[in-house]
């Protein structure tokens, strides 16, 4: 198991901000891919934002504009900026990994258990 560390959700009001943090907390062979998923009640799992190793980044049309993905390749650490939320925002947030445990050992979707963020009105 390599455990995917995530932290930063909780209560915010509509409008304001959060800021979620993702770590890979073990030594392994290479990252590729990360991103972030969010799952709302009764929702199916959807992507949030992912960022690619050259930085390429790709968002969902529903925070287009209000969230930042970037990454610390150093850190093994990715980060979501989320501005101006809104209640509709309210859901389980998970981080998404695709990455090499070893040269040889790739695991291509690797989740973290997900932090709570709640937008209230």
């Known amino acids: 198991q390599v455990p995917l560390v995530e932290s930063g959700g909780g209560l915010v009001q509509a409008g304001g901000s959060l800021r979620l943090t993702c770590t890979v907390s073990?030594?392994?062979?290479?990252?590729?891919?990360m991103g972030w998923y969010r799952q709302a009640p009764g929702k199916q799992r959807e992507l949030v934002a992912d960022?690619?190793?050259?930085?390429?980044?790709n968002y969902a049309d529903s925070v287009k504009g209000r969230a930042t993905i970037s990454r610390d390749n150093a850190k093994n650490t990715v980060y979501l900026q989320l501005n101006s939320l809104k209640p509709e925002d309210t859901a389980i947030y998970y981080c998404?990994?695709?990455?090499?445990?070893?040269?040889?050992?790739?695991?291509?979707?690797?989740w973290g258990q997900g932090t709570q963020v709640t937008v209230s009105a």
């Open positions: 998404n990994a695709d990455l090499y445990v070893s040269s040889f050992l790739r695991i291509p979707n690797y």
């Open positions: 073990e030594s392994i062979f290479s990252i590729n891919t």
């Open positions: 960022i690619s190793t050259d930085g390429s980044t």
